[in-house]
Nanobody
Framework: QVRLVESGGGLVQAGGSLRLSCAAS????????MAWFRQAPGKERELVAS???????YYADSQKGRFTISRDNDKNTVALQMNSLKAEDTAVYYC?????????WGKGTLVTVSS
């Protein structure tokens, strides 16, 4: 059974940092693109950042300079370092892995940023 399990969410004050991790099991994702999405209350799910199998990263404009995505193909993990957090970063953060006919999502981890 393929699973993506996020961890690292929680409550943090504005200006603080959190590091999210996503551990994949059931198959390897070395050839897949991995990404973090988020969904705030009442809003649509949106892409936060993605990273290709080769390590090329993409960031949504609102995260550039604050968030860093990384992956460890040996450990089958992807991480999101979030700095200078803002209240508007409050959302459920989801891990996703896709490519070559597969598309998997984690169940999400809640990040709450207090102002």
């Amino acid at each position: 059974q393929v699973r993506l399990v996020e961890s690292g969410g929680g409550l943090v004050q504005a200006g603080g940092s959190l590091r999210l991790s996503c551990a994949a099991s059931g198959r390897t994702f070395g050839t897949s693109t991995m990404a973090w999405f988020r969904q705030a209350p009442g809003k649509e799910r949106e892409l936060v950042a993605s990273i290709s199998s080769g390590g090329s990263a993409y960031y949504a404009d609102s995260q550039k300079g604050r968030f860093t995505i990384s992956r460890d193909n040996d450990k089958n993990t992807v991480a999101l370092q979030m700095n200078s957090l803002k209240a508007e970063d409050t959302a459920v953060y989801y891990c996703r892995a896709w490519g070559y006919g597969v598309d998997y999502w984690g169940k999400g981890t809640l990040v709450t940023v207090s102002s």
